[in-house]
């Protein structure tokens, strides 16, 4: 299985592991590898403005998840984890995520999630709005 490289993806965001996230192996916990997906492309989306998790009319709610393992990462590793948008629809998005392992070419871990949008009233899907397609659309394979 090839493992994807720092040239994949479109842009980066940089975690900081914790002792906690080491498992009684070792090694950081399956587990831990989503939770980064999560905050690598939530943290983006806040950061660019498209994303307000407390006002929002609008939020992402997760709907399908995976991820392949090909090395260990461990407290104290700094995880780079490369973001790109593989399918974009009209409520929902694939995220595509690649963990890199402090300075490593290529990814320790790589992972997916599908968002689908949806009024943060009533849950029910609603299309994109046009700043958050935009943001998406900038990182699109």
């Not at 587990?31 to 939020?59: C, M, P, R």
């Not at 709907?63 to 929902?92: Q, W």
């Not at 070419?105 to 689908?116: K, Q, R, S």
Request: aromatic content about 10%; some cysteine.
């Amino acid at each position: 299985m090839t493992r994807s490289t720092r040239a994949d993806y479109r842009t980066f965001r940089t975690i900081t592991t914790r002792w906690m996230d080491n498992d009684a192996y070792g090694h950081m916990n399956n587990v831990v590898h989503y939770s980064l997906f999560d905050t690598a492309v939530n943290g983006w989306l806040i950061e660019g403005g498209v994303l307000d998790i407390q006002k929002g009319e609008q939020i992402g709610l997760v709907v399908e998840t995976g991820c392949k393992y090909f090395a260990e990462m461990a407290f104290p590793d700094t995880v780079h984890a490369g973001i790109r948008v593989a399918r974009l629809g009209n409520s929902s998005v694939r995220y595509e995520i690649g963990l890199f392992r402090n300075g490593e070419d290529e990814a320790a871990a790589e992972g997916f999630f599908v968002h689908v949008y949806v009024d943060a009233g009533t849950r029910r899907p609603a299309s994109l709005n046009p700043a958050l397609r935009a943001k998406l659309k900038s990182i699109s394979s």
